[in-house]
């Protein structure tokens, strides 16, 4: 166990190089003007007329070689320089660092309906394999992974919060935002509803989880999909296994096979996959956050890209993949954890 | 015939065969049921009549309404087909043969360039591909060219690793060390005798994919990186509907036809490449064939 957390993390370095690498080529197409927005500390800096934005380009030698380029683009991000961002009127860094537990918040609930909802209609469909239960799930499953996202999304806006007004956009509802910007309200993570119930404030809590219903939904929709597939084959198999008649044969209650010894080892499978939707989770997220103004990362980086503001969607780029590795990392240390029989290290 | 009795015995599989000859049938006829005007440069690009914000309700003019900015929502969604097989079968072809190339050099030859060009490929996936291919289209700039190329940038791996697994498993084959015993060289072994045999699965893939790919590029069009405006595509026109999906006070869904219709042209068109990805699956995969099927 603990040789294989060293090699993982012996690795990190590595995989963050690499990905470094490709964002790095990636902005390599743009034009040293358009780079050097990347480097401006604060927006008076690209004021300065075409003298000295050449002037800029040459002490920053933004027409250097690629090598030289790279390692004075680290060096500049690991002193926490990641340019401004103009869409947001502050820099990179601090707009990257204050939107994160909004997404977190909103990436994290999601994932509880997705795991549950698709381990519960999993079970059902291969319990009642091909019978009228398992035929609609699969008409369902395929229905969700044909839908677009933003569809889905603008269809329950326009029901939930044009016609029926119960579940509005944003993130908190005016009143609410000027309560947790407050002195009175201590904001310990950021993240409103845990806040919300730190604070002992009922009122807050209620507005957090109404803003948080449409977006979460839509997540889970679009994701139950892929979920419940997987789930219902993985259940099918392990209830053709040999320990599963044995405890039939032992005249255990059919629930009591179905629940404690096939789905149990069922799960398996799902939980890998969970993993990876974190990171899948993200690319909705941008979609899901654009729609219903959820001011996160997602909304940040669909902003910037609408604004060609460079510097904040590479940041962006750049922040999200230091995430990604850290979640991979995470999630495959607990799948060791849960499974005894994967053998690692 | 074994492709129309499996049809028949497979709803699910004839529906998307319709669906998508009907969307095939739109594309080829998109210049004979929709009138160009004199005006318009590209026939991509839509007509407009008139330059006010607000959307208007179906008429006989315009039979499906227009959306913001007067786009003609019937041209924009039949001249939309084109563009959406544009985008999903060149995305595809052009993914799954540079992932084909990168898979079988990998598998062929082993070893360090197996390691080498494996390695790659997962930094090219452990970023999420719709926000890859954002943050690329947003580097490139608006068009339709620069989406294709972003999306086809992170779009090989999965081509690249499904070739190699199977190519690893074909070239151990009796046959195979027979046909190299027999002299053949290496380019012979590889286009003659491994890759038809380990092209069914890529083939597959591929039309599953090619929805997904569909999906993809309207969700760019649609976040404001995608097509340039007035461009002929579903995503687009799903964009010009985001600000009116409130309607107007009393009457929730007064613009309901800017969303709709769009919404339904896309989620039809992946349904059926979705489809038939599945009949194919089950047609051309020997291992699942007379596996149960739900």
Not at chain 1, 75 to 93: D, H, K, Q, T
Not at chain 1, 123 to 134: E, G, L, R, S
Not at chain 1, 288 to 316: K, M, V
Not at chain 2, 62 to 89: C, E, N
């Amino acid at each position: 166990m603990l040789s294989y957390i060293i090699r993982r993390l012996i690795f990190l370095p590595i995989v963050l190089i690499s990905l470094s690498l490709m964002i790095f080529s990636m902005m390599m197409l743009l034009t040293p003007v358009q780079r050097l927005a990347v480097y401006a500390p604060d927006p008076s800096f690209m004021k300065g007329g075409a003298d000295f934005v050449a002037q800029q380009i040459e002490k920053y030698g933004l027409d250097d070689p690629f090598y030289l380029q790279y390692g004075r683009w680290i060096g500049n991000i690991f002193r926490g320089n990641l340019g401004w961002a103009e869409s947001y009127s502050m820099p990179v860094s601090q707009a990257l660092v204050e939107l994160f537990p909004a997404t977190a918040e909103l990436g994290l609930l999601a994932m509880i309906p997705i795991v549950l909802g698709a381990i519960w209609l999993g079970t059902k469909a291969a319990v009642h394999h091909n019978d009228v239960f398992d035929h609609s799930i699969r008409v369902f499953t395929i229905l969700g992974w044909s839908f677009p996202t933003y569809v889905f999304a603008l269809i329950v806006l326009m029901v939930f919060y044009g016609w029926l007004n119960i579940f509005p956009a944003g993130r908190l509802s005016h009143w609410a935002t000027m309560e947790v910007a407050s002195e009175s309200f201590r904001a310990y993570t950021g993240m409103n509803i845990l806040d919300a119930i730190l604070n002992g404030n009922g009122a807050i809590l209620l507005d957090a989880i109404r803003h948080l219903v449409l977006p979460v939904i839509t997540l889970a929709y679009v994701w139950w999909a892929g979920m419940v597939r997987i789930m219902r084959s993985s259940m099918l198999e392990t209830l053709r296994q040999d320990y599963v008649t044995t405890a039939r044969a032992k005249g255990l209650r059919e629930k009591v096979v179905q629940n404690r010894h096939a789905r149990r080892n069922a799960l398996l499978p799902v939980i890998t996959i969970a993993g990876l939707i974190v990171a899948q989770l993200m690319g909705g997220l941008v979609i899901t956050e654009t729609i219903f103004d959820y001011h996160g990362l997602g909304q940040f980086a669909s902003r910037a890209a609408q604004n060609l503001d460079f510097p904040a969607i590479l940041g962006f780029a750049l922040y999200f993949a230091v995430i990604l590795v850290a979640v991979n990392l995470v999630v495959d240390l607990m799948y060791a954890f849960l499974d005894p029989r994967v053998k690692i290290g | 015939m074994k492709i129309p009795r499996y049809l028949l015995k497979n709803p699910l599989a004839l529906t998307g065969v319709v669906l998508l000859s009907a969307f095939v049938l739109i594309a080829f006829l998109a210049p004979v049921i929709t009138t160009r005007e004199a005006y318009q440069i590209s026939p991509y690009q839509m007509p407009r009549s008139g330059f006010w914000q607000r959307p208007q309700p179906p008429s006989p003019e315009h039979p499906l309404g227009t959306t913001q900015s007067q786009y003609d929502i019937y041209y924009g969604m039949v001249w939309g087909t084109r563009t959406a097989f544009k985008i999903g079968l060149g995305v595809v072809l052009a993914g799954a043969l540079i992932g084909v190339c990168i898979g079988s050099i990998a598998a062929f030859y082993g070893g360090m360039v197996d390691e080498l060009l494996m390695r790659v490929a997962d930094v090219f996936m452990s970023f999420p591909f719709l926000i890859a291919a954002m943050v690329l289209t947003t580097i490139l700039g608006k068009g339709l060219s620069q989406m294709m190329i972003a999306l086809i940038t992170f779009g090989w791996m999965g081509y690249a690793r499904l070739i190699r697994s199977e190519i690893l498993h074909i070239k151990e084959m009796d046959y195979i060390q027979a046909a190299r015993a027999c002299g053949a060289s290496d380019v012979r072994l590889l286009v003659r005798h491994i890759l038809p045999n380990s092209l069914y699965p890529v083939l597959v893939q591929a039309s599953m994919n090619t929805g997904s790919m569909v999906l993809a590029a309207s969700a760019l069009s649609f976040l404001g990186v995608g097509t340039e405006p007035g461009y002929a595509d579903w995503g687009q026109l799903i964009a010009l509907a985001r600000n009116w999906i409130m309607g107007v006070s009393g009457n929730p869904f007064a613009y309901w036809y800017t969303l709709i219709y769009p919404g339904v042209a896309i989620f039809l068109f992946v349904l059926a490449w979705n489809l038939v990805g599945d009949a194919l699956r089950d047609i051309l995969d020997p291992r699942l064939r007379g596996a149960k099927r739900v």
